[in-house]
């Protein structure tokens, strides 16, 4: 079985600072994780992956994330916020195969970024 | 990557219809997806179907209520029947694609339902 915690669910920065999304995972299996954005009336887009190589991973628009197997955690952060950030943020689990059972994500509850001008 | 598309992109329903939502793939995918993101919540996997079988569907979600077909590799449909309020959601479809140490999942740009 694998699970994933989203601990805030509205997190709220000025522009221009520090960027934290916080992610708990629990998993059965070596997990692969991901994180996508949803910008409003917008598709689901992937930031960024990890996949059991590097465990500090970059993804687009500067965010990055590193997987800490120790604490499950795999934190989204970035050095500056942007306006065009504002968007939920989820957070995303699956099992570390390409056979059984990969298609199966598990989506946190989504973590509401917003950007104070 | 995938290029995804659906239809229609939202619409506005009465209590008691049905609604047919279809997704498009730009290429042949063994599997796709369909899930439900309802107000405010996270995404919620209904089924899985894949080309030439019947779609699997996760528990709390059942065909009598979700039928979907998937004639091809590129194309499905997610039929919402018999509609209440409390199917207004988005709903996305999402394909796989095989990558070396993972597969990536794609998503379209979801259908927005009202159910009045």
């Known amino acids: 079985a694998q699970s994933v915690t989203q601990l805030d669910s509205h997190v709220s920065v000025s522009e221009g600072t520090p960027v934290l999304l916080r992610c708990n995972y629990s998993s059965s299996y070596s997990p692969s994780l991901f994180w996508y954005v949803q910008h409003p009336n917008k598709g689901l887009q992937l930031l960024l992956k990890y996949t059991s190589a590097a465990t500090l991973v970059k993804g687009i628009n500067g965010f990055e994330a590193e997987f800490k197997k120790s604490e499950t955690s795999f934190h989204l952060t970035k050095p500056s916020a942007h306006m065009s950030d504002a968007a939920e943020y989820f957070c995303?689990?699956?099992?570390?195969?390409?056979?059984?059972?990969?298609?199966?994500?598990?989506f946190g509850k989504g973590t509401k970024l917003s950007v104070i001008p | 990557s995938a290029v995804i598309s659906q239809k229609p992109s939202r619409d506005i329903c009465q209590r008691g219809t049905s609604l047919t939502i279809q997704c498009q793939v730009d290429?042949?995918?063994?599997?796709m997806f369909w899930y439900r993101q309802q107000p405010g919540q996270s995404l919620t996997l209904i089924a899985t179907a894949n080309q030439g079988s019947e779609a699997t569907y996760e528990s709390g979600f059942v065909i009598d209520k979700f039928p979907i077909s998937r004639p091809n590799l590129t194309f499905s449909t997610l039929t919402v029947s018999n509609m209440s309020p409390e199917d207004s959601s988005i709903y996305l479809c999402s394909v796989e694609r095989e990558g070396v140490s993972y597969n990536e999942q794609f998503f379209g740009p979801g259908t927005r339902l009202t159910v009045l």
């Open positions: 995303v689990v699956t099992i570390n195969s390409a056979g059984a059972g990969s298609y199966q994500l598990t």
């Open positions: 290429s042949q995918v063994t599997m």
